[in-house]
């Protein structure tokens, strides 16, 4: 499995941005669909995943951000609105068994930058 997001650049506070993720290769039903972000000097961070209708959210992006995915495309999407500069990250998308805390046989993207600027 293959993944390949897009979508990140600057924005401005309060500016919206959408990330999306393409997966090539088979990923089964059973398998979540999230992103995590890091910033510089911090650990990786769990943002949104997305496991059939079951949707989580880290706490500080309830309300503003939004994951969908379109299995027909293979595609997940993040729909970021009133950006915050502290979510100034490298946006990491990933296919995975299990939880976000206890992911399996887990799949990365690359990474795609997100800067939010005051």
């Known amino acids: 499995v293959q993944l390949v997001e897009s979508g990140g650049g600057l924005v401005q506070a309060g500016g919206s941005l959408r990330l999306s993720c393409a997966a090539s290769?088979?990923?089964?039903?059973?398998?979540?669909m999230g992103w995590f972000r890091q910033a510089p000097g911090k650990e990786r961070e769990f943002v949104a995943d997305?496991?059939?209708?079951?949707?989580h959210y880290l706490d500080s992006v309830k309300g503003r951000f939004a994951i969908s995915r379109d299995n027909a495309k293979n595609t997940v999407y993040l729909q970021m609105n009133s950006l915050k500069p502290e979510d100034t990250a490298v946006y990491y998308c990933?296919?995975?068994?299990?939880?976000?805390?206890?992911?399996?046989?887990?799949?990365w993207g690359q990474g795609t930058l997100v800067t939010v600027s005051s």
């Open positions: 290769g088979r990923t089964s039903p059973n398998h979540a």
């Open positions: 990933a296919a995975y068994l299990g939880t976000s805390a206890a992911m399996v046989g887990v799949y």
């Open positions: 997305i496991r059939g209708t079951s949707v």
